[in-house]
């Protein structure tokens, strides 16, 4: 049992440039999401997914696309990199995502834009 | 709208020494649950502890306890004995719960023990 697993570690991309992070879960959550991590801002959600199929934005959603094919994998596309979003992005997944689970997160994936 | 506040941006401590990490929390919510998290230097979040707005009794695990207070809108944490390896940033969340489910993060509490 891997948990939430996400790669890349490490990534530095030009602005302009595309990238996908992917994020896997193997716990049968049926719930996952997307945070950003910036200095003196906590963590932020972008995206979140309550099964697949179904994804819906969170409090910074601009400038990400997701998609949710199957239970397991919920993978964060950037698709014309900004300095802006430079930032440790950390996926999350909890049970049925209803209040009283507990969200665990990915180890993250530090990503820079020059 | 959900909110969370960590007023303590740095704590430093010696070791063995008592320390409390604040937070309050606003929400409109009668049923809701609170989380701490603790962020090691390698990065990871771990999660430590959820409370939901129904159980009132402090928690104890080890050196750790959690003070609960409705009355206050508080969840503070507390590591009694501090040693190095609790050195991390704390970060304090709670739900907003409905169909529109997140976790709503404070700015996090950089504790720094030092021998």
């Known amino acids: 049992n891997a948990g939430v697993t996400q790669t890349p570690k490490f990534q530095v991309l030009k602005t302009g440039q595309s990238m996908t992070l992917q994020c896997a879960q193997d716990m049968n959550h049926e719930y996952m999401s997307w945070y950003r991590q910036d200095p003196g801002m906590g963590l932020r959600l972008i995206h979140y997914s309550v099964g697949a199929g179904i994804t819906d934005q969170g409090e910074v959603p601009n400038g990400y696309n997701v998609s949710r094919s199957t239970t397991e994998d919920f993978p964060l596309r950037l698709l014309s990199a900004a300095p802006s979003q430079t930032s440790v992005y950390f996926c999350?997944?909890?049970?049925?995502?209803?209040?009283?689970?507990?969200?665990?997160f990915g180890p993250g994936t530090r990503l820079t834009v020059l | 709208a959900q909110k969370v506040t960590q007023a303590q941006t740095e704590i430093s401590v010696v070791e063995k020494e008592d320390v409390t990490l604040d937070c309050v929390y606003e929400?409109?919510?009668?049923?809701?649950?609170l989380f701490w998290y603790k962020q090691p230097p390698s990065g990871e979040l771990v999660f430590l502890i959820r409370?939901?707005?129904?159980?009132?009794q402090n928690e104890i695990s080890g050196r750790y306890s959690w003070n609960f207070q409705k009355s206050t809108s508080s969840f503070n944490f507390t590591i009694t004995a501090s040693q190095v390896v609790d050195s991390a940033v704390y970060f304090c969340a709670q739900n907003s719960g409905g169909s529109n489910y997140k976790l709503t993060f404070g700015k996090g509490t950089l504790l720094t023990v030092n021998p």
């Open positions: 409370r939901n707005s129904f159980d009132e």
């Open positions: 999350a997944s909890s049970l049925s995502g209803m209040r009283r689970d507990t969200q665990y």
């Open positions: 929400t409109r919510d009668t049923t809701y649950y």
